[in-house]
Structure formats: C-alpha cells, structure tokens
C-alpha cells in the first residue's frame, strides 16, 4: 500500500485523501486525487491492500473504478430505471457506515457507488 501511495502522490502528484482501515474484514483503503477531497465532481482511485497477499498477477490487481454520488439510493433507483445493472443494492459498508452499491458496465466491469 505505501508503495503505491507513494507512486500516486509522489510521482504523479496526486493527494491522499483517506485512508480506510478494516482489520476485521482483512483490508484496507487509500483514496487519492488531485483533488483536495469530496469536491464537487473530483475523480479518486481507491487502492486496496488484502491484508495476507503477498503478491498479485498481472492484471488480478484491478477490482473496480468507485464514483461519488450524494445519494446511493437514488443512484440505484436511476441506474435501474436506465436499463443498469445494480449488483450489489445501496447499503452500509460490512464493518462500517458508509453506504455503498455495485454496478455492473457492459462488459461485466464493476463500479461501485459511494455515498459521500
């Protein structure tokens, strides 16, 4: 995790805006972007370390790009009413607060949705 932060901040001169840690779940968070956190409209790569893996191959490392929104609900209730395909209905985080969902593009790609 610290290598990758350390790529995202110092290299590409992104901002860490948080860190997320969820020992009982066995992962954690870090959120970057340029950014200075929750604006209006600012993209952010959430990285995820699993605790316990060592390594990744190539290409098992992606898992998802997460979008903001005000309210997950009524994200879901419009993704589904659009045609989306909402795989993980609206709801708290496991172990946390935050409300979160998953969609599915296409192509079978998750988004997850963020309540901010």
């Known amino acids: 995790m610290t290598r990758s932060i350390d790529f995202y901040t110092k290299v590409l001169g992104m901002n860490l805006l948080r860190i997320t840690e969820r ?3 066995k992962y954690s968070l870090a959120f970057v972007g340029f950014g200075k ?4 409209g600012q993209s952010e790569i959430e990285l995820t370390y699993n605790h316990g893996v060592d390594s990744y191959d190539l290409g098992t490392a992606y898992g998802h790009i997460a979008i903001s929104v005000p309210d997950a609900y009524a994200a879901c209730e419009k993704i589904k009413a659009s045609g989306g395909n909402v795989t993980r209905e609206a709801g708290p985080v496991m172990g946390g607060d ?19």
């Open 23 to 25: 020992p009982e779940q």
């Open 37 to 40: 956190g929750n604006a209006d």
């Open 98 to 116: 935050t409300v979160i969902a998953f969609v599915t593009d296409p192509d079978g790609y998750k988004i997850e949705i963020i309540q901010d």
